[in-house]
């Protein structure tokens, strides 16, 4: 494929190919070729997924990732609205953040002034369907947080303690044997790690993907259900049709955290399955294994009782691309980002 001169942007899929190019030291003009972009565009795209990271030596060099270019498009991305629940209309979904987030209108306020004033959007929505995709985080910037008397909560048992009623899920023992063989990807395990005592504050949600020790780790707010579906909503949002291959089964323990099951595996988009939970059994860490030992090499930059507001998302994405870049004896001295990129291509 030859380099073209034509602007277009750039996927996630586009940012992984940027990403495994340049680890084998291909030069920008072979990268724009293969691509099917300009140069212009593959030096922009350097320049904005470019972080510093650390080698296996603990030497500070530069490289580029293609987590830190998408999340740093996504950012920027906000100010042409969602691309979910509400489609493509950027236009909605950018007056309605302004409005609620700048102007301080309820979403009541904001639907009634567009009726009002008679503006003309591709999406009409109610007021009960806004607070709804509000709550379930479908907008890039707009949370419960910015809304008018957020802290009376519609509603109030929520903060009971969930942890002594059964999720209507499976257990450990119901999975296939086929998982615990780790013969193929797609099967992960899942935890957090706290920083301060009794996890107040943020927390790391840590998924370790079971065959290729691929490391997941993404900042939470808080360690709740919610934010672990939100978690899960931007990986599928990340991953797209892909993402039921990717993540075929998710095994975790019986942390509260972890209790919303049916939001866990339920699709953000089409309410279909997306993926399969599995529980272990109390007491167990030993059944999640791979998780544990990830949890035990994040303690290396994280030690416990340290605040995790105190790092940045590039810090996380530092402890991430260092331990997915490690060489594991159980992978031969292959390091897990090798194996998950050449499966992840196949897909």
Known sequence: M?????FRHLGYADRIKIEALRKTGTCVKEIAAHIGCSVSTVY?????????????????VSAYSADIAQRDYDYKATAKGAQLKIGDD???????????????????????????RGLAFQTTVCVKTLYNYIDRRVFLR????????????????????????????????ARPADIQRRIEIGHWEMDTVIGKAKGKGQVLLVLTERFTRQ?????????????????????????GRRFS????????????????????EKSYCSKSPRTKIYYCHPYSAWERGS??????????????????EGYSEQDIQRIQDWMNRYPRKILDYKCSDDLFLAHLKTL
């Open 291 to 308: 998780n544990e030992n990830a949890n035990a090499m994040i303690r290396r930059f994280i030690p416990k009782g340290t605040p995790i």
């Open 215 to 239: 490391e997941i780790i993404m900042k939470l707010r808080h360690k709740t259900t919610a934010e672990v579906v939100h978690a899960l909503n931007r990986l599928e949002r990340r991953y």
């Open 2 to 6: 030859k380099g073209t001169g034509t």
């Open 90 to 116: 950027h236009a909605f979904a950018a007056y309605i953040e302004g409005k609620i987030i700048s102007e301080r209108y309820s979403p009541a306020a904001v639907l009634g002034e567009i009726r009002a």
């Open 245 to 264: 291959l990717l993540f075929k089964s998710i095994t975790v323990d019986n942390g509260s955290e972890f209790m919303d099951c049916a939001g866990m």
């Open 44 to 60: 922009r795209e350097l320049k904005r997924g470019n972080y510093k990271r650390l080698t296996s030596e603990w030497e500070t």
């Open 142 to 173: 707009l949370s419960n947080e910015h809304l008018p008397r957020r802290k009376d909560s519609r509603r109030p048992y929520c903060k009971v303690h969930v942890r002594t009623k059964k999720p209507l899920c499976q257990g450990i023992e």
